[in-house]
């Protein structure tokens, strides 16, 4: 099993900034595509940003400019730098990784983590 823990969420005003953290369990070992997720109210959830083990990016076109993915493979934790935030930024956030490989060699797919609220008010 594969503990993903978010945190960095908050109440801000359109404009400001917040950070997003995920912590993947200590037994990880590796991890292949590390991706954030949102989930607006009334909406489905979709892929915000996303990053490869070889650093590759990729992002949603309505977060482009403003968003930034980064990771630590040592620490195997990823990042959400949000810049510029607007009220339709206003979701709860999730952090996805696709495959893990634990220190014992076991593959883990599909790991989510509980969810941080971020809420841009106008």
């Known amino acids: 099993q594969v503990q993903l823990v978010e945190s960095g969420g908050g109440l801000v005003q359109a404009g400001e900034s917040l950070r997003l953290s995920c912590a993947a369990s200590g037994s990880s070992f590796s991890i292949n595509t590390m991706a954030w997720y949102r989930q607006a109210p009334g909406k489905e959830r979709e892929m915000v940003a996303e990053i490869t083990s070889g650093g590759n990016t990729n992002y949603a076109d309505s977060v482009k400019g403003r968003f930034a993915i980064s990771r630590d493979n040592v620490k195997n934790t990823v990042y959400l730098q949000m810049n510029s935030l607007k009220p339709e930024d206003t979701a709860v956030y999730y952090c996805?990784?696709?495959?893990?490989?634990?220190?014992?060699?076991?593959?883990?797919?599909?790991?989510w983590g509980q969810g941080t609220q971020v809420t841009v008010s106008s």
């Open positions: 996805n990784a696709d495959k893990v490989i634990l220190s014992n060699a076991h593959t883990v797919l599909n790991s």
